[in-house]
Nanobody, 128 residues
Framework: QVHLVESGGGLAQAGGSLRLSCAAS????????MGWFRQAPGKEREFVVA????????YYADSVKGRFTISRDNAKNTVYLQMNNLQPEDTAVYYC?????????????????????WGQGTQVTVSA
């Protein structure tokens, strides 16, 4: 089992920034690719960004590319999401997710069902 706890959500104004953290416990963190997803009211959960086991590979949804940055610190068992130039359409509950390593080569997974463990989510609200 991997236990994930997100933090850092809150209220921001358009153009502002927030930094989300996701702390993991329970298994060897570096064996898990990590992803961030978000879900706005009345909408399906959508992929935001993913990062490989070592952090060497990242993949962003077009909607956040150039504004959001994912990183991880395997020594601290934590993945981060730096969100800059936030817009009202970024308002959502943000979830981090972990996917156990299954192969030698890393392939980005964008579908929620591909991930094994989820955090409880943290609310991000951006006002215009």
């Amino acid at each position: 089992q991997v236990h994930l706890v997100e933090s850092g959500g809150g209220l921001a104004q358009a153009g502002g920034s927030l930094r989300l953290s996701c702390a993991a416990s329970g298994r060897t963190f570096s064996n898990y690719a990590m992803g961030w997803f978000r879900q706005a009211p009345g909408k399906e959960r959508e992929f935001v960004v993913a990062i490989s086991w070592s952090g060497g590979n990242t993949y962003y949804a077009d909607s956040v590319k150039g504004r959001f940055t994912i990183s991880r610190d395997n020594a601290k068992n934590t993945v981060y999401l730096q969100m800059n130039n936030l817009q009202p359409e970024d308002t959502a509950v943000y979830y981090c997710a972990a996917r156990a390593r299954r192969s030698t080569f890393y392939i980005t997974k964008q579908d929620a069902y591909e991930y094994d463990y989820w955090g409880q989510g943290t609310q991000v609200t951006v006002s215009a």
